[in-house]
């Protein structure tokens, strides 16, 4: 009996879902209590829960609580109200206060503006009806009733009145002894079932129908839950859970939903169905709340003990079926039959001409015969068999011997005479027919266009790992890779695409294409559906926009990865259905009835603002801060309860931001400002809504308040400031020269005295002007006359080098200009120390230093000049004697005096004598050459006494060399003499006093 009456109920309701993603939701993810009493939509598509401690709002992503209200108690009952005018009621315990919900805001009504839904009558209580489930508890000393847009149902004693709007009764008569079964279909249509007699009741404004047909309604089983403010009836039988669709000749329709199973274990009190969104949510009195999301996804599983239900390659087997490698054959539902293949390769399958079923063993390509029901079989060897392929009427084979892979092409499907190998460096993952000549063949290290009359193949492109080559439905031909994305081949090029906002699609599997517009992809990490002219478009115009949508666990899929690498590995079946691999099973589902989830452009809302982590509040059109914040998260409210990672929101700031921000959805969806300098900025936001990119736009004014140095008051205030300010210094200045210009012509005498000093002064600036440039010169003479003779005897010897041919000769002459050119260079390397020889007032150093360094240095520089003219020069001194005496003058001093002797020698000595005593050191150079004239002995004798020094630079009659010894004599406070040597040539004695002064004066005293 209750067989035949559910076959003839399957005609009046449509199944429409099976397989379902549950997701709980208590106190340890969101809910302020585990008690859900009532659930309703508001009018702006927000979710309200009732619950024991608050009212809870709910957005699809965050659960909003409002428990600081002001109220006695935070226990709430159920909703009550008209959604379509924005009116939703709620009520505390005892009716102690009255909640109202209009425009996505709580609002707190005054007692004495508010009628109670449970009053006292004279002799009973008067309670209403607004929600009806098990576990609604009905008093027999309380009177109940349900109020209806046109009167309203009462229930007392078993009795049903109904009170029209002028106060007309009509009892109703039947008896009514469990108020669990009642529920309103519409605005004033009552229905009552009877699982006793298997009767319904339907009352229609007083007005009694029985219904005698026994339907689920009626079936003792049966439970019913009835919310009236969301006009929803929802039947549980057996676990099955079904939507009342309306009334229609003469019968209830229902609409059947899901088998939730152990439905009776969960305590559920409250039941609302959001057709929006095909979802489901469960209210329990003690778990709290469980959203149920409907879905066209099934996976087949088999779920047979100890074995996995990872899937790889399939093949179509009958209208609604495919089979796998294994032998099982399997529809959307779950596990059909298995034919027992036994173990083998996953990942190759498929059908020959004949219709006989192919796959992969080891190194074995089987055939099982379609002419024995698929029990037998016939094994083809090939060792090191990587994998085979089929593509149109082309049969290939893949081998590999480590080394390099081979790609074996048949004549046939025998697979016997193979008419063309091509030898490939890396693994062969893919083939496909490109035309009746040419096909692609990918690769792990690129992708190949072969020929097979040429039996050539020629890399497309290098470095990507082809997983993948797919011909689509509208003959597009796509590659994918394991790493690399995925590509459009199109005349013999590669067009990459895009790649969805993480990525996922870099490892894109498989594409298929439907007849409504899209492409179908999967990856490691979700479904992907995008629209075909997107992708088109972008091959051609990379700027074009392409917008993904990804399909997850949220959409019903029990797991997001998909597998790849498959021949086949997804294709659609006869009924329209596509099938995809995944590690939880194969994953069946029409694409017609897939639906993507877009925000509502009329419901997008931006009006709430939590600053610096405070409390949320709201703004109207204007969001006002103060100067002093340091964060401020405003709020994008939208009522969208599918996958977050679709929906898409950008912002941003004019004059700050060029182009559009997206914003990452996490929990709560909002936009952070912080850091912005007081003033007024305005924020825009798009969401789309839409998959072919349309916008919903939404402006913010926002304006940052100033410092009250940074108001414009506080700004023209300062301007007015300083300008007064400013007069009042004039004014002050005015008069401040007038009285200073009476006491200027007081002080005209003093500036004149004033004006003669400072010519006097300019006078003596003129002077040291001129011993400066005059001491500029001095160096420059300096440098020249003690860097000549070197020079000279360099030119003599490279003259004598070119005329001389004997080779002895030559290299003597060359080690002559080498150790004079690296004595030169030496020399040349203290250059700088003539910059001290005529400015300087110090003529003693720091620290003490042998003289000998002096006259070795000389005696180097000169050494080779000498022995030129077969001299030489000697030092005669007794030990080292030190002296603190400036090293750059008695350098320079020697360097002229020795430059002197050498000149004027040849085939002789020069004796470089150098003595020490308590009050002075000696230095005397004597030479054995031709010797100075008695007048030019008289000369430099009689120069040495002249007083200034300028005298001594501008006579110049014998040349500057020894004119500058006796002008750096002088500077050192030293005595000097020239006397005739016995017994030829010159000597000069400089005496040098320890005693700086010695009773002398220098030039520079």
């Known amino acids: 009996m209750r067989i035949s009456i559910l076959i003839i109920f399957l005609f009046h309701f449509q199944q429409s879902y099976g397989q379902y993603v549950s997701s709980w939701y208590n106190t340890e993810n969101g809910l302020p209590q585990n008690s859900v009493k009532a659930i309703v939509k508001d009018k702006y598509g927000f979710i309200w829960l009732s619950t024991d401690n608050g009212i809870v709002q709910y957005d699809g992503s965050v659960f909003t609580i409002h428990n600081k209200l002001a109220v006695t108690n935070l226990h709430f009952e159920n909703f ?14 005892n009716d102690e206060n009255k909640i109202l919900i209009r425009k996505r805001k709580v609002h707190s009504i005054t007692k004495s503006t508010f009628t109670r839904t449970f009053t006292k009558e004279k002799f009973n209580f008067l309670k209403r009806i607004s929600k009806n489930s098990p576990e609604s508890k009905y008093g027999s000393n309380t009177k109940y009733y349900i109020k209806t847009s046109s009167g309203k149902y009462s229930f007392y004693n078993n009795r049903i ?42 009352v229609d404004k007083g007005k009694l129908t029985t219904l005698t047909k026994a339907t689920l309604f009626n ?15 929802f039947i549980i039988n057996n676990d099955n859970i079904y939507l009342l669709q309306g009334y229609k000749n003469d019968e209830l329709q229902l609409k059947f939903l899901i088998t939730y199973k152990n439905f009776g274990n969960q305590f559920f009190n409250s039941i609302f169905y959001d057709k929006d969104f095909k979802r489901l949510y469960l209210g329990s009195v003690t778990k709290g709340l469980n959203i149920v999301q409907l879905t066209q996804f099934f996976t087949a599983q088999k779920k047979i003990h100890f074995v996995d239900e990872v899937s790889s390659s399939s093949i179509p087997f009958n209208e609604n ?8 054959e399997v529809n959307k539902h779950g596990l059909v039959k298995n034919h027992h293949f036994g173990v083998n390769d996953k990942h190759f399958m498929f059908y020959d001409d004949s219709g006989n079923i192919l796959y992969k063993n080891d190194d074995d390509v089987v055939r099982r015969y379609k002419s024995t029901q698929y029990t037998t079989t016939h094994s083809i060897h090939f060792p090191g068999l990587k994998g085979f392929f089929k593509s149109a009427d082309q049969f290939a084979v893949s081998t590999t011997d480590l080394t390099h892979s081979y790609l074996h092409l048949f004549e046939d499907e025998q697979l016997k005479t193979i008419n063309t190998t091509l030898e490939f460096t890396g693994f062969v993952n893919s083939f496909l027919q490109y035309n009746n000549d040419e096909f692609l063949i990918g ?17 497309v492109a290098k470095e990507i790992n082809v997983k993948n080559i797919i011909r689509t439905s509208d003959g597009q031909i796509w590659i994918t890779t394991n790493k690399d994305g995925f590509f459009l081949f199109r005349d013999k090029k590669l067009f990459k695409m895009p790649l969805d906002q993480n990525s996922y699609l870099n490892s894109a599997h498989y ?12 990856s490691n990490n979700g479904l992907f559906r995008v629209a075909k002219k997107q992708l088109l478009k972008y091959s051609e115009n990379n700027k074009t926009p392409v917008f993904y949508y990804r399909f997850t666990k949220n959409d019903g899929l029990l797991t997001t990865e998909f597998n790849g690498g498959s021949m086949p590995d997804a294709y659609s079946l006869k009924n329209g259905e596509f099938v995809f691999p995944s590690m939880e099973g194969f994953v069946f589902f029409d694409p017609k009835d897939i639906k993507a989830y877009y925000p509502d452009k009329k419901r997008i809302y931006v009006e709430r603002v939590r600053i610096n982590d405070s409390d949320i509040t709201y703004f109207s059109k204007d969001l006002i801060l103060e100067n002093n914040y340091k964060n401020a998260d405003i709020f994008i409210d939208i009522p969208y309860y599918s996958n977050s990672y679709n929906l898409r929101v950008e912002a941003k700031i004019e004059g700050q931001d060029p182009d559009w921000q997206q914003i990452e959805i996490k929990n709560e969806r909002k936009y952070t400002i912080s850091n912005l300098i007081p003033g007024n900025y305005t924020l825009q936001l798009r969401v789309q809504v839409s998959p072919e990119g349309s ?16 108001t414009t008051a506080f700004k023209l205030a300062v301007t007015i400031l300083f300008l007064f300010i400013f007069i009042v210094i004039i004014y002050t200045r005015t008069k401040f020269l007038q009285i200073r210009n009476r006491l200027l012509k007081k002080k005209v005498s003093n500036i004149k005295i004033a004006l003669k000093e400072s010519t006097q002064h300019l006078e003596a600036v003129k002077n040291d002007m001129q011993k400066e440039s005059e001491y500029q010169k001095k160096l420059i003479e300096a440098i020249s006359h003690d860097i000549s003779t070197p020079v000279k005897f360099i030119a003599m010897m490279s003259q004598k080098l070119i005329d001389v041919r004997e080779v002895d000769l030559q290299k003597e002459y060359f080690d002559s200009i080498h150790q004079s050119s690296e004595e030169l260079y030496n020399f040349t390397m203290h250059l700088k120390e003539y910059s001290d020889l005529f400015g300087t007032y110090d003529v003693y150093e720091k620290h003490e230093y042998p003289i000998s360094e002096i006259l070795m240095a000389k005696q180097k520089l000169f050494n080779e000049v000498s022995k030129s003219q077969n001299s030489r020069i000697e030092i005669i001194g007794k030990g080292n004697i030190y002296c603190q005496f400036n090293k750059s003058i008695l350098s320079c001093i020697v360097h002229n005096l020795v430059d002197n002797a050498v000149k004027n020698t040849s085939g002789g000595i020069i004796y470089i004598i150098v003595e020490d005593n308590q009050e002075k050191i000696t230095l005397k150079i004597a030479d054995t050459g031709k010797g100075m004239s008695q007048e030019q002995l008289t000369y430099y004798n009689g120069l040495y006494q002249m007083s200034m020094n300028e005298d001594i630079i501008k006579f110049r009659n014998y040349g500057l060399g020894l004119h500058m010894v006796i002008y750096l004599v002088k500077k050192m406070y030293a005595d000097i003499s020239f006397y005739k040597n016995y ?13 700086k002064m010695n009773g002398k004066k220098n030039f520079n005293s």
């Open 511 to 522: 594409i298929l294409g439907d007849t409504h517009g899209y492409y179908w992809i999967s």
């Open 161 to 202: 009145i109904y009170t029209d709007e002028k106060n007309r009764q009509t009892k109703v008569p039947i008896v009514t002894t469990n108020l669990s079964n009642i529920f309103l279909n519409g605005e004033d249509t009552l229905f009552l079932a009877d699982p006793k007699n298997r009767k319904t009741y339907r």
């Open 321 to 328: 079926t495919i089979i796998d490698p294994y032998g099982y």
């Open 443 to 459: 690769c792990s290290d690129g992708l190949y266009l072969g020929r097979l009359k040429q039996k050539i193949a020629a890399q």
């Open 80 to 93: 009550y109200g008209n959604v379509l005018n924005d009116s939703i009621v709620i009520y505390n315990n």
């Open 219 to 233: 079936d003792p089983e049966t439970k019913i839950y009835w919310q009236q403010i969301t006009g929803q009836t």
């Open 695 to 710: 916008y919903a736009y939404r402006t913010v004014k926002i304006k940052i308040k100033p410092l009250f140095y940074q």
């Open 983 to 995: 017994p030829g040539g010159t000597a000069v004695e400089v005496n040098i006093y320890k005693n």
